[in-house]
């Protein structure tokens, strides 16, 4: 206990300064964290099947399916009805987008993919 005053308040401004580094370095990593393009270029595919999974659950909890409406004439009045719709055609629309969305992953991947190798062969080029 045998400290003086100067050594006490020079403790002080350390520490202060030590916590002033922690919170700056703290405050850059939140925002790292949160910069949703740097998440993305990191973890794209996952940002995707997030994306995607959203737009599912979403589309869940608005009510799924949704029929067109066609307009036709009756008399001097036009009444709104669903259009015709057949099970196979719903099902032909689903696998045509499904056929879409594995197109653009596997575009996606084969773009990563050359990149990566891009990368390792002007790697084994500079060593």
């Not at 939140?30 to 995707?48: E, G, H, L």
């Not at 399916?65 to 004439?73: Q, T, V």
């Not at 197109?103 to 996606?108: M, P, S």
Request: net charge positive.
């Amino acid at each position: 206990m045998g400290q003086t005053t100067s050594e006490i308040e020079s403790y002080i401004e350390n520490k202060r300064e030590d916590l002033g580094s922690n919170l700056q370095e703290l405050e850059e990593k939140v925002k790292s964290m949160t910069d949703w393009k740097q998440q993305f270029q990191k973890n794209t595919m996952a940002m995707i099947g997030l994306a995607f999974g959203g737009g599912v659950l979403l589309a869940t909890l608005t009510g799924g399916r949704r029929r067109s409406l066609y307009r036709e004439p009756y008399g001097d009045e036009t009444y709104a009805r669903s259009a015709p719709t057949s099970r196979s055609q719903v099902k032909e629309k689903a696998l045509e987008t499904w056929d879409y969305a594995k197109g653009a992953l596997i575009g996606l991947a084969a773009s990563r993919a050359k990149d990566y190798v891009s990368k390792l062969v002007t790697q084994r080029r500079a060593t």
